[in-house]
């Protein structure tokens, strides 16, 4: 099992871009989760999905944030327009809905200059 | 709402020494607790978990964690660090109704002096 999967695992990107961060979760795992890591703030829960339907989203910052799961393969967050302060550590973990047994993967390091 | 208090930020311990990272919860009903470690670089690690039954959960890496109900803690503890132990700890609370959401505290980092 190659475990979860992010991609990139750095990115830096100029301020107004758009940033696509993408996450492979553990084939059977249902649950997948996306958290924001930074000093300040440690890690925020962003959105969370359930058999690939969004079930609470309340973390996600603002409209700059989207997140999608379009299959149980895979998903993605997206940054439009990306800020400064958006810099932190992305990371995504999967398990089994009512497992609680996390699964992170490496994270990608979003530099936003 | 639930959440989660680690009161010590950062701790250094002599490498053979015995450890105990601190952790308070806060939440009605009985929580599922959980113990992370995060190297550098790295994404988290599962160390040990708590559900029910015995209070006294063992985990990974020779760690081991208390749950104590009177005092909402869940601290853990390694009776001989090494210095690959050197990381950050993570606690963290869920809520079995709300699907698996994890609340994490934030953090304590562990350095290990020779």
């Known amino acids: 099992d190659a475990g979860v999967i992010q991609s990139p695992r750095h990115e830096v990107t100029e301020m107004g871009q758009e940033v696509t961060l993408r996450c492979k979760p553990i084939s059977g795992h249902n649950s997948l989760f996306w958290y924001r890591q930074t000093m300040m703030r440690g890690l925020e829960l962003l959105i969370y999905?359930?058999?690939?339907?969004?079930?609470?989203d309340s973390g996600m910052p603002e409209d700059r944030f989207s997140a999608k799961m379009p299959n149980a393969s895979f998903s993605t967050l997206k940054i439009q327009p990306s800020e400064p302060r958006d810099s932190a550590v992305y990371f995504c973990?999967?398990?089994?809905?009512?497992?609680?047994?996390?699964?992170f993967g490496s994270g990608t390091r979003l530099t936003v200059v | 709402a639930q959440s989660v208090t680690q009161p010590d930020i950062h701790i250094t311990v002599s490498e053979g020494a015995s450890l105990e990272l601190r952790c308070n919860y806060s939440y009605g009903a009985t929580p599922y607790l959980f113990w992370y470690v995060q190297s550098p670089g790295q994404g988290l690690q599962l160390l040990l978990k708590?559900?029910?039954?015995?209070?006294l959960v063992q985990g990974i890496k020779g760690f081991e964690a208390e749950f104590k109900r009177s005092q909402s803690s869940f601290n853990l503890r390694k009776p001989s660090v090494h210095w690959s132990d050197a990381a950050e700890y993570f606690c963290?609370?869920?809520?079995?109704?709300?699907?698996?959401?994890?609340?994490f505290g934030q953090g304590t980092e562990l350095s290990v002096k020779p």
């Open positions: 973990a999967s398990t089994r809905t009512g497992s609680y047994g996390y699964t």
């Open positions: 708590y559900f029910s039954g015995d209070t």
């Open positions: 999905f359930n058999n690939n339907v969004p079930i609470d």
């Open positions: 963290a609370v869920a809520d079995g109704n709300q699907g698996g959401k994890l609340i």
